[in-house]
């Protein structure tokens, strides 16, 4: 028992200091990567704004332009109806040139009619593309968002930073303690022994915990659409 | 089977090249439908990005979205009145080829 325990101490004192390191190292590259200056972000996002109204300023007015074809739209299409009931009813009964002259109108405001149709189609899309521009435009504020998540995240990696380095001392301490112990009283060695094994267990615990939250960080920093890119 | 009428028959022929348009007309209505669909579901999405930065933006642009609504269902309308031309198209293109057979 005394031998693994030493194996286990051997181990416990060099890879899990080197995992540390190495956390410790990944989380100052994410912080240098993520803690931008905040005047610039600030600056951005109003700049943002301002750009994200006049986008939906102009899907607005788009919108505005294809109501008023609407309007144009069926009061043709209403028309269209009634010349086409009309030269309809002189094919049926009346002189053929009068039949061909209202042939001729209806054509016509069909014309008229899927012209409006059209620019009424266009005038929706204009609306559309300026909606998408707006989104856009917005998605400094989300990368903003994103950048406190992702700050909050930081905070609490670096506090169960500083808890895993205690965690490791105190199961350094114990095995110490332990190894004492066994050569002194094999049942006392024991529960020290148990005692170690909890701590360890507790520690690797926080660590995979502090690596799911540096990928919390990655992740959202992924996430964000970060000013500059996001118009590309 | 009566003869037909030469003259009926040629106009119960254009009348249905005029329903063949009609039927076009339709599908633009139709496509038409489809992008206010497509703005609608935009400016729904849009405002709940506008609810974190600008709420009152958010309310505009959801006041946006009804209009658009509006606009769908008016839409709708218009497809309707092709629906009911088409209808009368087809009808008036019957009675002539029984008139022109005379059946009427």
């Known amino acids: 028992m005394k031998g693994s325990q030493q194996s286990s101490g051997r181990r416990g004192g060099r890879w899990p200091w080197r995992g540390i390191r190495w956390l410790a190292g990944r989380l100052s590259r994410r912080r240098r990567a993520v803690v931008a200056n905040p005047r610039t972000w600030c600056a951005l996002v109003t700049d943002a704004e301002h750009r994200a109204a006049e986008d939906f300023g102009r899907a607005v007015r788009s919108q505005d332009i294809a109501t008023r074809q609407l309007d144009i739209a069926i009061q043709l299409r209403v028309l269209l109806r009634e010349m086409r009931e009309l030269a309809t009813a002189w094919a049926a009964v009346g002189p053929p040139e009068l039949a061909t002259a209202a042939g001729a109108a209806t054509e016509n405001l069909r014309t008229a009619w899927k012209r409006i149709v059209e620019l009424e189609g266009a005038a929706v899309d204009a609306a559309r593309l300026a909606v998408a521009d707006t989104g856009r435009s917005l998605s400094p504020h989300r990368a903003y968002a994103v950048r406190a998540r992702a700050e909050r995240w930081q905070t609490l990696a670096d506090l169960e930073l500083d808890l895993a380095l205690r965690l490791h001392g105190l199961v350094v301490e114990q095995h110490g303690l332990t190894s004492q112990w066994a050569e002194e009283r094999h049942d006392v060695a024991e529960s020290a022994c148990a005692v170690e094994a909890s701590l360890r267990a507790a520690w690797s615990q926080l660590l995979r915990h502090e690596l799911a939250v540096i990928s919390g960080v990655a992740d959202s920093i992924r996430a964000a659409r970060f000013p500059g890119t996001d118009r590309q | ?104």
């Open chain 2, 1 to 104: 089977m009566a003869p037909i009428d030469e003259s009926a028959r040629k106009r119960a022929q254009d009348m249905e090249k005029i329903l063949e348009l009609a039927r076009d007309d339709q599908q633009d209505t139709v496509a038409l439908m489809e992008r206010l669909d497509k703005l609608a579901s935009e400016l729904f999405e849009h405002a709940l990005d506008w609810d974190s930065v600008d709420p009152e933006v958010a309310a505009r642009v959801r006041k946006q979205a009804e209009q658009v609504h509006s606009m769908h269902k008016r839409v709708e309308k218009l497809a309707e009145l092709e629906i009911e031309e088409a209808s009368q198209i087809m009808s008036e293109i019957r009675r002539i080829l029984k008139e022109a057979r005379g059946e009427g």
